[in-house]
């Protein structure tokens, strides 16, 4: 009989002890986990502080007894794994209750401590609560009594997630971003939508926020603003929990994931590695990166659950598709963005559209803000990110499926995608965005909101194509009006002109540009139209 021990019982580990059991009767599994708790959905628990879930119990999945009953499975709570003896093949095992210690030997070992939080060298910050445990998150419920106002630190999604539910209990929320934008996934101009939305939902969002002080009432930031705040949380972000690997002396990456091979194996061929301690590989550009993302750890779980057992297979690269909801919108991504693309010197197409979630004409329709970015050389998708109140679930999928498929953005346009009125539209905005890359692909041009001031200093004419009513109501400074339905006659007035064209989301901007080419001028479009533009240049 083998014995497997596992270091983590949730996400990842909870997943690989499950799988040996389904693959192999009679291994002794053991399963230890720091906390007193195994299997508890820790991406419920912003949820559970807003009273989404009401009962605590909703988010404990399993018990060390449950897993006993069921699997056959040893899991220890509120043990604590030290003192790997990689030549003896033992693990060192510490209640934290008792001390108790015993020395474990292992035939396979697996290493699934997750992540910790980021804590900062701030003043005060030993008063500042984090979320990633049942413990934490029964410590700031306790908290809760009574306080009326939240400080924040950090813009990303767990930041987001709490300052909606803690917003839902009538707590005034600030949240305190370092960037220059909150969700750094996301480019500015999508990231925009993300903070209006919850700016008109009573939260305030401070982004170049460099906090400097936290006492028992307040945060102090460098520009020397004060923020109310009779809670804080840290959401700054995690770290690989890598110690143990270290320790052992693993291999760890620059960044500190454990360095794992495509079947999670770590330096140590009797050692593997999976969730957000481990590294993976990115699907674009194949290069190490961090992923702490519970589906990627359920799947590696499984895998290695395989490997341990005997049969071959390979991990994929990750393409780190991800979602948060706050107050109803949705904001998903997948793959690179576009500044991430920039800063590889990546030659890239970027396209921007805004269409509606579904069939205008049917009830209910919202609008959804849809980017691509595609590879200029082969077409290839890198990155996609949606923002809106319904359907943006579905495209992103759409499109992460496309990429792990091998599809390119022109390849959109074929997709055949369910299709009624209360759903979609005969032209989903997955299709539309394949057919404006095969526009570009053969040919068009357009130019992005960042690039107009450029545009113009060299020499470009701004031109909106929009009604006049719309001109009037606001246009991008230095514009001159022509409706599109009036081009046919006034193409005269840009006769040896270079024309930069945009209405409101594209679509007119691209009939003009049609037509501007077809009749000997040199054109353009603005891509995603002066509402991309504004969406970044009007506050």
């Given at each position: 009989m083998t014995t497997t021990v596992i270091v983590g019982g949730v996400a990842g580990g909870m997943s690989t002890a499950t799988r040996l059991r389904r693959r192999d009767e009679k291994m002794e599994i053991i399963v230890v986990e720091a906390s007193g708790y195994v299997s508890f959905a820790n991406c419920g628990l912003p949820y559970y502080l807003g009273d989404v879930i009401e009962d605590r119990d909703e988010l404990l999945l399993q018990s060390p007894e449950s897993l006993k009953a069921r699997f056959n499975l040893d899991v220890r709570v509120n043990t604590r794994a030290s003192d790997i003896d990689r030549a003896a093949q033992t693990i060192a095992l510490t209640n934290t209750l008792t001390g108790e210690r015993v020395t474990q030997a292992y035939d396979h070992l697996?290493?699934?401590?997750?992540?910790?939080?980021?804590?900062?060298?701030?003043?005060?910050?030993?008063?500042?609560?984090?979320?990633?445990?049942?413990?934490?998150?029964?410590?700031?419920?306790?908290?809760?009594?009574?306080?009326?106002?939240?400080?924040?630190?950090?813009?990303?999604?767990?930041?987001?997630?709490?300052?909606?539910?803690?917003?839902?209990?009538?707590i005034d929320v600030t949240v305190l971003e370092f960037s220059e934008q909150i969700m750094a996934p996301l480019d500015p101009e999508m990231a925009i939508y993300v903070q209006r939305h919850l700016e008109n939902n009573g939260v305030t969002v401070l982004t170049g926020a460099?906090?400097?002080?936290?006492?028992?009432?307040?945060?102090?930031?460098?520009?020397?603003?004060?923020?109310?705040?009779?809670?804080?949380?840290?959401?700054?972000?995690?770290?690989?929990?890598s110690e143990l690997a270290a320790e052992a002396g693993l291999e760890v990456g620059e960044r500190g994931g454990i360095v794992v091979d495509d079947a999670q194996r770590t330096s140590d061929p009797a050692i593997f590695a999976l969730g957000d301690a481990a590294e993976k590989r990115?699907?674009?550009?194949?290069?190490?990166?961090?992923?702490?993302?519970?589906?990627?750890?359920?799947?590696?779980?499984?895998?290695?659950?395989?490997?341990?057992?005997?049969?071959?297979?390979?991990?994929?690269?990750?393409?780190?598709?991800?979602i948060v909801g706050v107050f109803g919108l949705q904001a998903a991504s997948v793959g690179w963005s576009e500044k991430r693309a920039r800063a590889a010197e990546r030659d890239i197409?970027?396209?921007?559209?805004?269409?509606?979630?579904?069939?205008?004409?049917?009830?209910?329709?919202?609008?959804?803000?849809?980017?691509?970015?595609?590879?200029?050389?082969?077409?290839?998708?890198?990155?996609?990110?949606?923002?809106?109140?319904?359907?943006?679930?579905?495209?992103?999928?759409?499109?992460?499926?496309?990429?792990?498929g091998g599809l390119t953005a022109s390849d959109l346009a074929d997709l055949e995608l369910a299709y009624a009125p209360?759903?979609?539209?005969?032209?989903?905005?997955?299709?539309?965005?394949?057919?404006?890359?095969?526009?570009?692909?053969?040919?068009?041009?357009?130019?992005?909101?960042?690039?107009?001031?450029?545009?113009?200093?060299?020499?470009?004419?701004?031109?909106?194509?929009?009604?006049?009513?719309?001109?009037?109501?606001g246009t991008i400074p230095g514009a001159v009006n022509i409706p599109v339905d009036d081009l046919h006659g006034r193409m005269d007035e840009l006769a040896d002109q270079k024309v930069l064209a945009f209405c409101r989301v594209g679509q007119r901007g691209h009939v003009a540009v049609s037509l501007?080419?077809?009749?000997?001028v040199e054109a353009a479009n603005l891509d995603g139209g002066y509402l991309t533009w504004s969406a970044v240049n009007i506050h």
């Open positions: 697996v290493l699934s401590p997750g992540a910790a939080p980021v804590t900062p060298n701030i003043p005060g910050i030993e008063k500042a609560h984090t979320l990633r445990t049942v413990e934490d998150v029964d410590r700031i419920t306790a908290a809760l009594a009574g306080m009326e106002t939240a400080a924040l630190i950090g813009g990303g999604f767990i930041g987001l997630e709490l300052a909606e539910n803690l917003a839902h209990r009538g460099d906090t400097v002080n936290i006492t028992d009432k307040q945060v102090e930031l460098r520009d020397g603003r004060v923020i109310p705040a009779d809670l804080v949380v840290a959401a700054i972000g995690v770290r690989p929990a990115d699907a674009v550009s194949g290069d190490a990166t961090l992923v702490p993302l519970a589906q990627t750890a359920n799947r590696h779980g499984r895998l290695i659950a395989d490997v341990i057992t005997g049969r071959k297979t390979t991990s994929q690269k990750t393409l780190g598709t991800a197409r970027v396209i921007h559209l805004h269409p509606q979630d579904h069939a205008g004409y049917y009830p209910g329709s919202s609008q959804i803000h849809l980017k691509l970015v595609v590879d200029a050389a082969d077409d290839a998708i890198l990155g996609a990110q949606v923002v809106g109140e319904a359907g943006a679930d579905k495209r992103i999928d759409v499109i992460a499926t496309a990429m792990r209360q759903f979609g539209s005969a032209k989903d905005p997955v299709n539309m965005a394949g057919f404006i890359a095969d526009n570009l692909a053969n040919g068009e041009k357009t130019a992005q909101y960042h690039e107009v001031e450029q545009a113009v200093a060299d020499g470009w004419t701004l031109v909106d194509v929009r009604s006049e009513g719309e001109f009037a109501r501007l080419e077809n009749s000997g």
